[in-house]
């Protein structure tokens, strides 16, 4: 778009570049630097409009943009040409991810480039390697306490073995996904280190006081996020003797993106990632990113103009690169870190759907669907060029994030039945198996998270250690159904390291000090790789979970209905314990699959002519494509087995 002002500006800012950028031959990079450099304009300006530097600071950020595009390799260019012509490309049903910590998945970096054949046998063709960054030896929040943004621990492995680990995946055509955590930085960092020796400029990166008064007006609407480890929203640091905001963890320094210097400098870190090889990066904590008095904190439009301003920055620099907006915040809110009032998202390409995540868990507790319904039918859509990425485990805690007003509508009453979940999943409840732990229990609002591995919470280590076969055979059905119903929901779906082969709770962090107080690493497994071997024995736990999801990864791969178009509708039944919804194939009439879910521990039936004008169904034959067989049906019924899914065809069409 042409617009006087800030096509002046541009001209300003082309003609005020260092030398050394100026004689570059910048083809490709001015010629989108122009298509956004309204937009950027727009969001830089009524963000920081009113600071006197707000020129100067505009020529800082498109040199930034600038000299990254100049380090960004060749290839890396090609690709983004490449994925510029295609650019729903992200949306195929070709996309299964994993998540790990490359040090307990297989030591470091090298460990983990060494089992990639592990990876591409269960079909993974998508990995998020999370927290690589330089970070203290002590807590690190799991490595989300960054003391460099831009050097890889030494535990870990080096700056060379992420780039050959970028190469090695790339020409096996895997996508990498790197963190940069956006909202804070550890107390360690350089920043830091020169804000507590006085450092204006760098006391202007964080929000620093010299006494409590401001904080004390921020606190009183901000709330908790580890009310237990870590109470408050602010800490007093001995050696500036002042109060600095710290969110997450006293030792974690929140950066204060009303400071331009911020932001570019945030900008520069994840182009520099960009340039190392990363396809997709992961933005941590985007919901806090702006912090207003009188508010949550959270959420607030300014975060919004924020991540548009970097994504478009980033689709000058680097377009093929995505973002993951990790805000595991209120369902109306998750959906808005697509981008609002838009088509093609204009903040992060993908969001973790944290709702469906613990709809599905709230489905296994309650074994009826009610709640999942209801509450799929609330949320709006997401923009066509955008995708949820499902998943069942995270390392992260399982949140309770449901709206109140879905939770009444299906006849509960919200605090009530939060406490029975939390209940539930920690073994409290006289009919659960499940070995999980209340996180982040908050004694002034009686809220809590719970944390456990997938195995363990579906009570798998139950069964192990009682020695049930039965209880054995429905843990592990409903493992796979968990599963099921990530793969073919709509979006990537993203399997958590370990899950594929049973992994049970670790209890061995309870021996290390940095880790004792934080019940999330009994979820951090350092993989067994014996166990793992176990899932090539016919029969064994690992086996059964290991191929269920291989069959059914190579099933999603090959059925272009589960590509995410906006092509899902839910079904209404009237058996409260199925979820059932149908996928369509935009590209071809009538290829559809109708996804049916038992979360009962009983047999249920679903009748095919509820399905109204979807009674196609009800002629021919109708066959499983993840079993291949043939569902039992008893005249107008179907019979779905306990703990059971289907993903159905009528190969009579």
Request: with cysteine; glycine share 6%; proline share 3%.
């Amino acid at each position: 778009m042409y617009e006087q002002v800030s096509h002046s500006l541009l001209n300003q800012i082309l003609d005020e570049l260092k030398p050394d950028i100026r004689k570059r031959d910048l083809r490709h990079f001015y010629t989108r630097l122009g298509a956004n450099f309204y937009a950027i304009y727009s969001l830089f300006h009524n963000l920081y409009g009113k600071r006197d530097d707000f020129v100067a600071q505009m020529v800082r950020l498109v040199e930034v943009m600038a000299t990254q595009y100049i380090n960004r390799a060749n290839e890396l260019k090609k690709i983004d040409i490449e994925r510029e012509q295609h650019h729903d490309w992200f949306l195929s049903q070709e996309w299964v991810g994993m998540a790990l910590y490359a040090d307990g998945f297989n030591g470091n970096i090298e460990g983990l480039r060494d089992r990639i054949g592990y990876l591409q046998e269960l079909g993974i063709n998508m990995l998020h390697v999370m927290p690589i960054l330089e970070c203290p030896r002590g807590a690190s929040d799991g490595g989300y306490a960054v003391s460099d943004f831009r050097n890889v621990d030494d535990r870990i492995g080096t700056l060379d073995d992420v780039r050959q680990l970028g190469a090695d995946m790339r020409r096996r055509n895997m996508l990498l996904t790197l963190d940069v955590v956006v909202n804070h930085t550890s107390d360690e960092h350089a920043w830091a280190q020169q804000a507590r020796q006085g450092s204006r400029k760098y006391q202007d990166y964080y929000y620093i006081f010299d006494d409590r008064y401001v904080p004390d007006m921020f606190e009183a609407t901000m709330p908790e996020t580890f009310p237990e480890t870590s109470p408050g929203n602010f800490t007093y640091d001995d050696e500036m003797q002042k109060w600095v905001m710290t969110v997450f963890n006293s030792y974690q320094w929140d950066l204060n993106y009303s400071n331009p210097a911020v932001f570019i400098e945030m900008l520069d870190i994840i182009l520099f990632w960009a340039n190392q090889g990363a396809d997709i990066v992961r933005l941590d904590a985007v919901a806090f990113l702006w912090k207003k008095i009188g508010t949550t904190c959270q959420n607030e439009r300014e975060a919004h103009l924020i991540l548009q301003l970097m994504k478009d920055c980033s689709q000058v620099t680097a377009p093929g690169v995505l973002f993951i907006a990790e805000a595991i915040v209120a369902p109306v809110e998750i959906i808005k870190y697509f981008g609002e009032d838009a088509v093609i998202a204009k903040e992060c390409e993908i969001a973790y759907n944290a709702t469906y995540m613990a709809l599905l868990w709230e489905a296994v507790a309650t074994k009826n669907t009610k709640l999942l319904n209801q509450s799929i039918q609330s949320l709006p859509d997401k923009l066509d060029r955008a995708t949820w990425l499902n998943y069942v485990r995270c390392h992260d805690d399982i949140g309770l994030g449901f709206d109140d007003a879905d939770i009444v509508r299906c006849g509960y009453e919200p605090q009530a039945h939060r406490r029975f979940l939390v209940d539930y999943f920690t073994g409290v409840y006289d009919d659960s198996h499940a070995r999980g732990q209340p996180f982040g229990r908050n004694e002034k609002t009686g809220d809590a998270r719970i944390s456990g591995s997938l195995a363990s919470l579906a009570g798998l280590e139950y069964a192990l250690e009682s020695g049930d076969e039965t209880a054995i055979d429905e843990s592990i059905d409903a493992i796979l159904l968990l599963h099921g119903m990530i793969m073919s929901f709509g979006g990537i779906p993203l399997l958590y390291y370990g899950d594929e082969i049973g992994t049970l709770n670790d209890s061995t962090f309870q021996f290390d000090e940095t880790k004792a107080n934080d019940n999330r690493w009994m979820h951090r497994p350092g993989i067994d790789w014996s166990k793992a071997e176990q899932r090539r024995r016919h029969g064994t736990v690992e086996q059964r979970i290991f191929d269920g999801l291989k069959r059914m990864i190579a099933v999603r791969k090959s059925t272009p209905a589960f590509a995410d178009y906006n092509n899902r509708a839910l079904i209404d039944t009237d058996n409260t314990h199925l979820f059932v919804f149908i996928r369509n194939n935009p590209s071809v009439p009538n290829d559809r699959v109708l996804v049916v879910a038992n979360f009962d521990g009983s047999p249920q039936s679903l009748t095919i002519s509820d399905l109204g004008n979807r009674g196609y169904f009800e002629y021919g034959q109708l066959r499983d494509l993840y079993s291949g067989e043939a569902p039992r049906q008893y005249k107008d019924q179907l019979v779905v087995p306990p703990y059971r899914f289907y993903w159905l065809t009528d190969s009579g069409l």
